[in-house]
């Protein structure tokens, strides 16, 4: 079955750091772009980062970016996404998607930023607390 799993979330203060891991079965992650989403309690699940099929490009959320990194380790089939200085605005709980196609520069805000509308495949989530 092809499926994508994520891990380690957890709860921790403002300004520390978590890194997820989302790791791919049944499929090759590298020929695909893989999408980080989050989604807070009453709010709409938004794109975070994304990392583009084949090519690695990355590409995040204005209010991410350079806070996190998102990255590719092909031969553990697995996309990571570390997340330093964290807000309680980062709250939420994590997704991350797949789907086969590659992502321009001209594609990626709608198919990485957006509520990820056109990924495929969806992990189960895990969930990330940031708190005072």
């Known amino acids: 079955q092809s499926q994508v799993v994520e891990s380690g979330g957890g709860v921790v203060q403002p300004g520390e750091s978590l890194t997820l891991s989302c790791r791919a079965s049944?499929?090759?992650?590298?020929?695909?772009?893989i999408g980080w989403f989050r989604q807070a309690p009453g709010r709409e699940r938004e794109g975070v980062s994304c990392?583009?099929?084949?090519?690695?490009?990355?590409y995040y959320r204005s209010s991410v970016k350079g806070r996190f990194t998102i990255s590719r380790v092909n031969a553990e089939n697995t996309v990571y996404l570390q997340m330093n200085s964290l807000k309680l605005e980062d709250t939420g709980v994590y997704h991350c998607?797949?789907?086969?196609?590659?992502?321009?520069?001209?594609?990626?805000?709608?198919?990485?930023?957006?509520?990820?509308?056109?990924?495929?495949?969806w992990g189960k989530g895990t969930q990330v607390t940031v708190s005072s």
């Open positions: 049944g499929f090759t992650l590298d020929e695909y772009t």
């Open positions: 990392i583009g099929a084949n090519d690695g490009t990355t």
């Open positions: 998607a797949a789907v086969r196609r590659p992502a321009s520069r001209y594609e990626a805000p709608e198919l990485c930023l957006g509520a990820g509308i056109e990924m495929n495949y």
